[in-house]
Antibody, heavy 121, light 107 residues
Framework: EVQLVESGGGLVQPGGSLRLSCAAS????????MHWVRQPPGKGLVWVAR????????TYADSAKGRFTISRDNAKTTLYLEMNSLRVEDTAVYYC??????????????WGQGTMVTVSS | DIQMTQSPSTLSASLGDRVTITCRAS??????LAWYQQKPGKAPKLLIY???SLESGVPSRFSGSGSGTEFTLTISSLQPDDFATYYC?????????FGGGTKVEIK
């Protein structure tokens, strides 16, 4: 079964750090670009970051630049999101997502279940 | 950055109704647009990619159209399982913006 499972969410104080993980299974992880998307409570979807298949290329939303780092370990079939200098407005459910077609973009066809990050003092 | 504007933000409809949701891009994105359905507490589900291609397993009552800056998602005959929130998403030059969402409610 093709699956993405996120972990690492939790409660953190403003200014703190957190590392999210997304374990992939059931497909050849190393062939696909991967993304992180977040959803603040009661609000819409917001794209956060993407990484290409071998990890050599990354892009970030303005809100994540300089604070978040997306990375991957293809040997462990795991995607990561390192989040530093966290703000209250980073509070959200964080989803990892797979692009539908390897090497391109046709939308995100596989999503994880999401992990909740709460930034509060 | 490209902005995506969805309308309406909320839509009340009855079973069997034909429903249309619109998504406008602030600049041309060719056909690089996807549509998703999301139910409360669940991850989004891909419905349409490349503006008009139906994802495998998605019922044929869903269809997408448009190119450039104006796009539509149509549900030909609303079913009980379709009451949800729908999002468009664009891709352009490594930017992947979502629209604000359209909640389809029971009338």
């Amino acid at each position: 079964e093709v699956q993405l499972v996120e972990s690492g969410g939790g409660l953190v104080q403003p200014g703190g750090s957190l590392r999210l993980s997304c374990a992939a299974s059931g497909f050849t992880f190393s062939r696909y670009w991967m993304h992180w998307v977040r959803q603040p409570p009661g609000k819409g979807l917001v794209w956060v970051a993407r990484i290409n298949s071998n990890g050599s290329g990354t892009t970030y939303a303005d809100s994540a630049k300089g604070r978040f780092t997306i990375s991957r370990d293809n040997a462990k079939t795991t995607l990561y999101l390192e989040m530093n200098s966290l703000r209250v407005e980073d509070t959200a459910v964080y989803y990892c997502a797979r692009v539908r077609v390897s090497g391109g973009w046709d939308g995100f066809d596989i999503w994880g279940q999401g992990t909740m990050v709460t930034v509060s003092s | 950055d490209i902005q995506m504007t969805q309308s309406p933000s909320t839509l009340s409809a009855s079973l069997g109704d034909r429903v249309t949701i619109t998504c406008r891009a602030s600049q041309t994105i060719s056909s690089w647009l996807a549509w998703y359905q999301q139910k409360p507490g669940k991850a989004p589900k891909l419905l349409i990619y490349k503006a008009s291609s139906l994802e495998s397993g998605v019922p044929s009552r869903f269809s997408g159209s448009g190119s450039g800056t104006e796009f539509t998602l149509t549900i030909s005959s609303l079913q009980p399982d379709d009451f949800a929130t729908y999002y468009c998403q664009q891709y352009n030059s490594y930017s992947f913006t979502f629209g604000g969402g359209t909640k389809v409610e029971i009338k």
